[in-house]
């Protein structure tokens, strides 16, 4: 069989012509279960709609797609949304924004409708994996995929990531090298069905502490507190129920930390007067607190991003498709050498 016209679908699907065309272009005019049922006769023929009269000629739309699992008002995610702004504005390329990809339902409206509406060029994912069905349905449509700070490469055409893992193990290692033995690492819950790369700097933490089990007589402990908004007063809680206060916190990110130190003090623990801490960004303000942190460039990271997928686009083959950048460790004034 030739490839499948909207005559096909429309017949395979019992529907009008018009009501295929809808169905892609205006679906708002369609129920949802005649839409659902279109889409699925469109996607088993590899049957779509281009959404201009650009496309339709070009076959491209100069549109990439870019999926976050949580807000773009984050430090982390709105620095590399400019990234790859720098590079795919100049390049005559809009970025579509999808936001809340870390819910079943999310991915799975994304994932099934965009190889049959092709209305994108790439799709960059940020700091969390796709899983093999993903993979495929974007592979049938040839659309590149790049990941930014993702937990692994497998699947995607290119991507450059920060080692989470091995930046979180430098952290506590360095916490330990000071003499700290009651550490406590504080993070927030990881997402079911979502390989986050965030959580990754766990099994960083987890790693060097048993390996400093054998050397040192080391108490250590993960807290991990609810997701949202409330996750920092919730690792507060947490810290101030312990029997015995830690004399080193690592923390999960600096939009933890930052806060704890403040609200840590009201309740007369003060750094490094009373016990070291140390963050994962070096995001605003981390500097104006003093804050010790691994230091990441998610700009960096977004623009290279952006330029590794312009090349996939235009059909070159990339050197250096999948690169790995090293936390780098800023000493500040939060950590100090064990007195107690």
Same mark, same amino acid.
């Given at each position: 069989?030739?490839?499948?016209?909207?005559?096909?679908?429309?017949?395979?699907?019992?529907?009008?012509?018009?009501?295929?065309?809808?169905?892609?272009?205006?679906?708002?005019?369609?129920?949802?279960?005649?839409?659902?049922?279109?889409?699925?006769?469109?996607?088993?023929?590899?049957?779509?709609?281009?959404?201009?009269?650009?496309?339709?000629?070009?076959?491209?739309?100069?549109?990439?797609?870019?999926?976050?699992?949580?807000?773009?008002?984050?430090?982390?995610?709105?620095?590399?949304?400019?990234?790859?702004?720098?590079?795919?504005?100049?390049?005559?390329?809009?970025?579509?924004?999808?936001?809340?990809?870390?819910?079943?339902?999310?991915?799975?409206?994304?994932?099934?409708?965009?190889?049959?509406?092709?209305?994108?060029?790439?799709?960059?994912?940020?700091?969390?994996?796709?899983?093999?069905?993903?993979?495929?349905?974007?592979?049938?449509?040839?659309?590149?995929?790049?990941?930014?700070?993702?937990?692994?490469?497998?699947?995607?055409?290119?991507?450059?990531?920060?080692?989470?893992?091995?930046?979180? @193990? +430098? /952290?506590?290692?360095?916490?330990?090298? #000071?003499?700290?033995?009651?550490?406590?690492?504080?993070?927030? *819950?990881? %997402?079911?069905?979502?390989?986050?790369?965030?959580?990754?700097?766990?099994?960083?933490?987890?790693?060097?502490?048993?390996?400093?089990?054998?050397?040192?007589?080391?108490?250590?402990?993960?807290?991990?507190?609810?997701?949202?908004?409330?996750?920092?007063?919730?690792?507060?809680?947490?810290?101030?129920?312990?029997?015995?206060?830690?004399?080193?916190?690592?923390?999960?990110?600096?939009?933890?930390?930052?806060?704890?130190?403040?609200?840590?003090?009201?309740?007369?623990?003060?750094?490094?007067?009373?016990?070291?801490?140390?963050?994962?960004?070096?995001?605003?303000?981390?500097?104006?607190?003093?804050?010790?942190?691994?230091?990441?460039?998610?700009?960096?990271?977004? @623009? +290279? /991003?952006?330029?590794?997928?312009?090349? #996939?686009?235009?059909?070159?083959?990339?050197?250096?498709?999948? *690169?790995? %950048?090293?936390?780098?460790?800023?000493?500040?004034?939060?950590?100090?050498?064990?007195?107690?």
């Amino acid at each position: 069989m030739g490839k499948a016209d909207i005559h096909d679908v429309a017949k395979a699907a019992g529907v009008s012509i018009s009501t295929v065309s809808r169905a892609f272009t205006r679906p708002e005019l369609v129920s949802e279960k005649t839409r659902a049922k279109v889409l699925a006769v469109a996607d088993r023929f590899d049957f779509n709609i281009s959404r201009s009269a650009t496309a339709l000629k070009s076959g491209r739309t100069n549109r990439v797609a870019l999926l976050m699992n949580e807000e773009i008002t984050s430090w982390f995610n709105a620095e590399v949304f400019a990234g790859l702004e720098s590079a795919m504005h100049p390049a005559g390329y809009d970025i579509s924004l999808f936001q809340h990809i870390d819910t079943a339902e999310n991915r799975r409206e994304f994932f099934t409708n965009l190889p049959i509406r092709r209305n994108v060029d790439a799709v960059v994912v940020a700091s969390f994996a796709i899983d093999p069905h993903e993979v495929e349905q974007l592979r049938r449509i040839h659309v590149p995929i790049v990941g930014i700070n993702i937990p692994s490469d497998e699947g995607f055409d290119a991507s450059v990531s920060i080692d989470d893992e091995e930046g979180m @193990r +430098k /952290a506590t290692q360095h916490l330990i090298g #000071l003499g700290h033995r009651r550490i406590v690492y504080p993070c927030s *819950e990881a %997402v079911k069905n979502l390989d986050a790369s965030i959580d990754a700097r766990t099994r960083g933490f987890v790693r060097a502490c048993e390996e400093a089990e054998g050397r040192h007589d080391i108490n250590w402990q993960v807290l991990t507190v609810p997701r949202g908004p409330e996750f920092v007063d919730s690792a507060l809680a947490a810290l101030l129920a312990l029997d015995d206060f830690p004399d080193a916190i690592c923390c999960q990110m600096d939009m933890m930390a930052i806060p704890l130190m403040v609200k840590l003090e009201r309740y007369g623990h003060r750094t490094p007067r009373d016990y070291s801490i140390i963050g994962f960004d070096d995001s605003p303000y981390a500097d104006t607190l003093n804050l010790t942190t691994m230091r990441q460039d998610p700009y960096a990271m977004g @623009r +290279k /991003a952006a330029l590794k997928a312009l090349d #996939l686009m235009r059909g070159k083959t990339l050197e250096t498709p999948h *690169e790995t %950048v090293e936390a780098q460790l800023v000493l500040r004034g939060t950590d100090a050498p064990y007195h107690g």
